[in-house]
């Protein structure tokens, strides 16, 4: 018997071959295959986020929907587990990959749009942006989240928190089919007619199976309005004390964070921003400009040093939010909140405000509610029961403080949380090992996890 390094689960004696899963690889995928001694290894293994240091025991990037099926089989054969990624930027969250495949789908990046069905389809390893850029011109808009780099099966498998979200709700619900192989190696079609239980399972479940393709609803957009508003962080308590009085009475057309935000002295951003230092709250409204005018009036009453919010194209849902456009070393905690309180915020202020000497390039506190709260039952991801998500980040790498100094801030901005905690949601959750996810606690998808992958061969972000 041979068993999977990191579950300690039994894999048939017939299935095991001791070494050259490499060679295995390349005869069986079309796409490129590496291995810890080659050349290329270290390209292929890194990922979006250049704080994980990623060492599977392979590295397919896969050029044909076959290969997903192919790494299967040859993953079984050699005792080894399958990590699939699309851009890396959840890869935090992944354990030690050593007795892993990395699946890389990043070449597997068709879209189409259906305009009339108001549908994608998308393939496993397409961006959010290459969907924009397809849906757009028709009008329509998926639930993207804020960056356009993000790959769309990743974030839908952990939930996806759109700028639309308190309009059409967490994203997991717009996944409307999929393709999917699973451990055993069956390429499934999934439904809410033909497998209900694995559609609801995908709705920020995490990865129950490799997913080939989706389908996503797109929603049709007739008047979008984007953008920001920034004052200087001095300003922070009194913005963000004012900003969390207004959440809960926006209207659900309106999906906003606010943020204490630094920006690095990249000369690549404009002079106005580059170096400083500012509380920003940032969003989209769904409306034509006379209704964001009324919607955002009590926020434009602070007087902003900055407002750039007002009427864009729906390209700018992954623009507004300001997300470093290329792959960066990034540290990050989390905690959904109940209530914003007084408290919070002032904790919160003096982590990350004027007078703190601090490595945290962002607290960020998203607004939630609306339809973002609601539950159906048909998602794991069924709602999320909290007033706000509470989000940090900054740079270990060459970053202002050392990376020990950093995970201490981190720490403390989650720690603010204290009696308004509130659970946390996948996506966000850059850790592995959190056992306030879905993915530990909810015995459904647990029931149904081991039911698809009894071995545990799918390693994936909160399944390791
Ligand atoms: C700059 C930035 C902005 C973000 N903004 C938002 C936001 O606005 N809203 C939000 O909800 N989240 C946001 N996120 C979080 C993001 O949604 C998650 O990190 C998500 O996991 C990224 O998906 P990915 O496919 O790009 O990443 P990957 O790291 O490639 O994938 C993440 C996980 O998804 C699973 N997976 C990926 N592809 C497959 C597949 N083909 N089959 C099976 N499983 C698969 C695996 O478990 C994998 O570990 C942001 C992250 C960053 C870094």
């Known amino acids: 018997m041979a068993r999977y390094a990191a579950t300690g689960k039994v894999l048939p004696m017939t299935n095991l071959v001791a070494s050259a899963p490499v060679d295995a690889l390349r005869s069986a995928c079309a796409g490129d295959v590496t291995g810890p001694g080659d050349a290329a290894y270290d390209a292929a293994r890194q990922a979006w986020n250049l704080a994980a240091d990623q060492r599977p025991a392979a590295v397919v990037r ?138 609801w399972g995908l709705r920020g479940g995490g990865s129950l199976g490799i997913v080939a393709e989706v389908e996503i609803a797109l929603h049709a957009v007739p008047a979008l ?83 750039m919010f007002g009427p864009a194209g729906i390209e700018s849902l992954t623009q507004l939010h300001m997300d470093p456009p290329m792959p960066v070393p990034v540290m990050s905690s989390h905690a959904l909140l109940h209530d914003a309180t007084d408290r919070i915020l002032d904790e919160l202020v003096a982590l990350a405000g004027a007078d703190a000497q601090t490595g945290l390039l962002m607290v960020e506190l998203r607004q939630l509610g609306g339809a973002i709260a609601e539950q159906d039952g048909t998602a794991v991801l069924d709602g999320i029961q909290a007033g706000y998500a509470l989000f940090a980040c900054g740079i270990p790498m060459g970053g202002p403080v050392p990376p020990e100094a950093l995970a201490a801030e981190l720490a403390a901005v989650v720690a603010t949380a204290g009696e308004q905690h509130a659970g946390m949601f996948a996506n966000f959750t850059e850790s592995p090992g959190n056992t306030e996810l879905p993915h530990a606690r909810d015995e459904r998808l647990r029931a149904l996890r081991t039911a698809l992958d009894p071995d545990g061969l799918l390693l994936g972000m909160h399944t390791s």
Do not use: N
């Open 62 to 199: 896969a050029a044909l929907l076959a290969d997903l099926a192919a790494t299967v089989r040859v993953a079984r054969e050699h005792g080894l587990r399958i990590a699939p990624q699309g851009t890396g930027h959840g890869a935090g969250a992944l354990g030690p990959l050593d007795a892993a495949i990395l699946l890389r789908t990043d070449e597997l990046r068709g879209v189409e749009v259906d305009p009339v069905a108001q549908i994608a389809r998308v393939q496993a390893g397409a961006l959010w942006d290459d969907v924009l850029a397809k849906s757009a011109p028709h009008g329509l808009a998926p639930l993207a989240g804020s960056a356009g780099d993000v790959g769309v099966v990743g974030y839908h498998l952990g939930g996806g928190l759109s700028f639309l979200g308190r309009k059409y709700g967490v994203a997991a619900k717009q996944l409307l089919a999929a393709t999917v192989i699973t451990a055993d190696g069956q390429i499934r079609r999934v439904d809410a007619e033909s497998d209900p239980e694995l559609l």
């Open 225 to 307: 309005a984007t953008g920001q508003l920034f004052w200087p962080i001095e300003r922070a308590r009194e913005v963000l004390g004012a900003w969390r009085d207004w959440a809960p009475t926006a209207p659900r057309e309106i999906t906003t964070s606010a943020r204490i935000l630094r920006f690095p002295p990249d000369p690549a951003l404009p002079e106005a921003l580059r170096g400083g230092a500012f509380v920003v709250i940032d969003g989209a409204f769904l409306g034509d400009a006379a209704a964001c005018e009324e919607a955002l009036a009590p926020l434009r009453a602070l007087s902003p040093s900055m407002d």
